[in-house]
């Protein structure tokens, strides 16, 4: 019986599968990294008169005053309350549910104020809001 110790082998760790593994992760990270710069697109949007394309009968205009009175489609409204510019929103609206209503707001307008025309604008069944601004060249005159 041989009851000599037997010399341990040491492991051998094998590093050539891992820095392959390696250098396929840093090509894969070059090559995505040299087409972040192809992903932003520079566009030129087409240009096109704005005016001969809207259609006004489907509009309602709201102007919101800065104390918070009201006017549809520059009739002024009696009254704050949505339950007072409902009804001069639905005369206002011929094209019936399919009609837009922008509301335009003076810049120091009420938040309230605001938020009384869409509420109006949802009693009636009005669903397609928008916000009028005006460009900073316009303002600036």
Request: charged share 20%.
């Amino acid at each position: 019986m041989n009851f000599r110790p037997r010399a341990k082998d040491e492991p051998e760790i094998n590093l050539i599968p891992f820095i392959d593994v390696l250098l396929v992760v840093l090509i894969f990270l070059m090559l995505t990294t040299t087409y972040s710069k192809f992903t932003e697109m520079q566009l030129k949007l087409p240009v096109a008169d704005t005016e001969a394309q809207r259609d006004y009968p489907r509009e309602v205009i709201v102007a919101v005053s800065a104390d918070g009175r009201y006017m549809v489609n520059k009739v002024a409204v009696d009254g704050r309350s949505a339950d007072t510019l409902a009804p001069s929103l639905a005369d206002a609206a011929k094209a019936g549910k399919d009609s837009v209503v922008i509301i335009s707001a003076d810049a120091t307008a009420p938040h309230q104020s605001v938020i009384t025309v869409m509420e109006a604008a949802r009693r009636v069944g009005l669903s397609q809001i928008t916000f009028a601004t005006q460009s900073s060249a316009a303002a600036g005159k």
